[in-house]
């Protein structure tokens, strides 16, 4: 097992710009399979960016698969990712492995579809939501050199999650107002 | 003399330029800042600081003498045992509003704390107009005893007209 060194903020590597991959071979995939691995090895991470750990390459991976009850896609592969449309706007909290002991609100798309290749090269597309939306734009962030901390948002900002203020109206025989 | 943390606490009327003239005083000598917690109450402005420094309670107090003389702070401190890195990760988010009225801070949090709610972070606010005041609360916190329990417990407030939202916090962590 490979596990590599993940860069941790104030180190500037992490605000490069990391450039598309040209071609998905062998050396390639090998790189991934030590990229999912060291994902693996942190406690609760279901995410990674090859940048995180100096690769300075489009290539993403997202698993949620372990987290209870959430729609999710389990081992994601994303090279090359692009999000296609986005959403819905949501608070949620996230943490990094590049920003240790540290935790923060940020808004995020409720819904993404992204377009990526997968570790054959094959072109895919995903249709995403909740938790794994926010991952995958979390660590998609990391291509371009922006960490959550980029995005937090202060406690204050939001009053209610729109999913369930509508869920409320609609129990109580109010109508399906739009919120806000 | 080793280096201590003292917890600062600072309030006075609000006006702008406290938190600099109070952050440049505790710069200037010697001090270093930790976690802090700054807001305007009613008017007033309140400042938690964590303030670290090789010296006693009574140095910390003198470097701050011009500074809370000149914009009438009141000045409290006390030597802590806390340090940094010490954060607890919340596990849910709990808001509440209603018509503003006495005790339903002491109802809220009173039933959340028998069922296990540990409170990391609150802030409230009475918004509304002076005859309809509201009062909004936004908690953070660790569910001891699971989230399942704090939803039974909000049932109960429910029924007295308090419009509860819990949100379980599922940190995202990439």
Same mark, same amino acid.
């Given at each position: ?27 390639? @995939? ?77 808004? @995020? ?52 999650? @729109? ?7 609609? @129990? ?9 | ?12 009327? /609000? ?37 670290? !420094?090789?010296?006693? /309670? ?14 009438? !702070? ?7 045992? +806390? ?28 039933? !959340? ?11 409230? /606010?009475?918004? +509304? ?26 049932? !109960? ?12 916090? /599922?940190?995202?962590?990439?």
């Amino acid at each position: 097992m490979v596990v590599l060194e993940i860069f941790t903020y104030p180190d500037e590597r992490l605000k490069q710009i990391s450039q598309p991959v040209q071609r998905v071979d062998d050396a390639l @995939r090998t790189f991934i399979a030590e990229l999912e691995q060291t994902m693996r090895h942190s406690p609760g991470g279901v995410g990674i960016a090859a940048p995180q750990v100096g690769r300075f390459q489009r290539i993403v991976i997202v698993d949620v698969s372990a987290k209870p009850k959430i729609a999710n896609h389990g081992r994601m592969i994303l090279v090359n990712p692009e999000i296609l449309s986005w959403e819905g706007m949501v608070k949620g909290r996230e943490g990094c492995m590049s920003v240790p002991d540290y935790t923060g609100n940020v808004m @995020r798309a409720e819904r993404v579809t992204v377009s990526a290749l997968d570790e054959q090269g094959e072109p895919r597309e995903y249709h995403c939501e909740g938790y794994e939306a926010r991952a995958i734009q979390h660590e998609i962030d990391h291509l371009d050199g922006l960490l959550f901390l980029d995005r937090l948002v202060s406690r204050r900002t939001d009053l209610f999650r @729109r999913k369930n203020y509508g869920e409320k109206k609609r @129990r109580r025989g109010e109508g399906g107002a739009t919120p806000r | 003399m080793s280096k201590q943390w003292y917890m600062l606490t600072v309030v006075g009327e /609000d006006r702008p330029g406290i938190v600099a003239r109070v952050t440049t005083a505790l710069f200037e000598g010697g001090c270093n800042l930790g976690e802090a917690s700054m807001m305007r109450l009613g008017g007033n402005f309140t400042i938690m600081l964590m303030v670290e !420094l090789e010296g006693s /309670d009574g140095e910390l107090r003198k470097l701050l003498e011009p500074a809370a003389r000149s914009l009438n !702070l009141h000045i409290h401190i006390d030597g802590i045992k +806390g340090r940094l890195h010490r954060h607890l990760e919340p596990d849910v988010s709990i808001t509440v509003y209603g018509a503003d009225r006495a005790g339903i801070v002491a109802r809220v949090t009173g039933v !959340l704390a028998d069922a296990g709610l540990h409170v990391l972070e609150l802030d409230s /606010d009475v918004a +509304g107009s002076r005859e309809t005041p509201i009062y909004v609360m936004h908690i953070e916190g660790h569910a001891g005893e699971g989230i399942d329990a704090l939803r039974s417990a909000l049932k !109960l407030i429910e029924r007295d007209g308090i419009e509860v939202n819990l949100q379980p916090v /599922d940190t995202m962590v990439g």
